[in-house]
T-cell receptor, first 116, second 109 residues
Framework: ETGVTQTPRHLVMGMTNKKSLKCEQHLGHNAMYWYKQSAKKPLELMFVYSLEERVENNSVPSRFSPECPNSSHLFLHLHTLQPEDSALYLC???????????????FGPGTRLTVL | GIQVEQSPPDLILQEGANSTLRCNFSDSVNNLQWFHQNPWGQLINLFYIPSGTKQNGRLSATTVATERYSLLYISSSQTTDSGVYFCAVVTSNDYKLSFGAGTTVTVRA
């Protein structure tokens, strides 16, 4: 248990569906992250929020829409996804990325997404 | 961006064996972390080790920052050590973790 939870753990959706992934951290951290992990590829950073402000958006398609209502919760809204979007989506949190290199990220268990 | 290379890509061990995983990186880093991803996808922090040596039970890690590599040692391996081991680094002018492709370890009973 890392103090970061994600729901659902598994999700199967059609290309026309709309769904949302949820992440919650119980560590008192100020920053939250979404990563995508595809088979046999390194983790790809998608979004970074620091104090509820988006500070990073790594050229992610608009069919992925993040939302950070407060420093403990992070959502990833999904719509009109493609089969190649099937992957493990991981959420992480850290104390403060502005502290730079000493910041340590803690990961949730992930949501395994399958797009049919 | 920084390149992070891990070797070997795959490792099969007999229970009780020792092993060494390597992480090479292409630029100076101020932060280096090792993670273990279990078969269910959970990433667990193993070490925060931008330099020096640390030990935690049967695992230990050494980072030689001046030569841009880090080593993770697994001693007396157990089946629960199976999974993917990732190295991730942060350069001095950034805050984002850059991950290697991982080493997949399979420990057989």
């Amino acid at each position: 248990e890392t103090g970061v939870t994600q729901t659902p753990r598994h999700l199967v959706m059609g290309m026309t569906n709309k769904k949302s992934l949820k992440c919650e951290q119980h560590l008192g951290h100020n920053a939250m992250y979404w990563y995508k992990q595809s088979a046999k590829k390194p983790l790809e950073l998608m979004f970074v929020y620091s104090l509820e402000e988006r500070v990073e958006n790594n050229s992610v398609p608009s069919r992925f829409s993040p939302e950070c209502p407060n420093s403990s919760h992070l959502f990833l809204h999904l719509h009109t996804l493609q089969p190649e979007d099937s992957a493990l989506y991981l959420c992480a949190s850290s104390q403060d990325p502005a502290s730079g290199s000493r910041d340590t990220q803690y990961f949730g268990p992930g949501t395994r997404l399958t797009v049919l | 961006g920084i390149q992070v290379e891990q070797s070997p890509p795959d490792l099969i061990l007999q229970e009780g064996a020792n092993s060494t995983l390597r992480c090479n990186f292409s630029d100076s880093v101020n932060n280096l972390q090792w993670f273990h991803q279990n078969p269910w996808g959970q990433l667990i922090n193993l070490f925060y080790i931008p330099s020096g040596t640390k030990q935690n039970g049967r695992l230990s890690a050494t980072t030689v920052a001046t030569e841009r590599y880090s080593l993770l040692y697994i001693s007396s391996s157990q089946t629960t050590d199976s999974g993917v081991y990732f190295c991730a680094v942060v350069t001095s002018n950034d805050y984002k973790l850059s991950f290697g492709a991982g080493t997949t370890v399979t420990v057989r009973a």
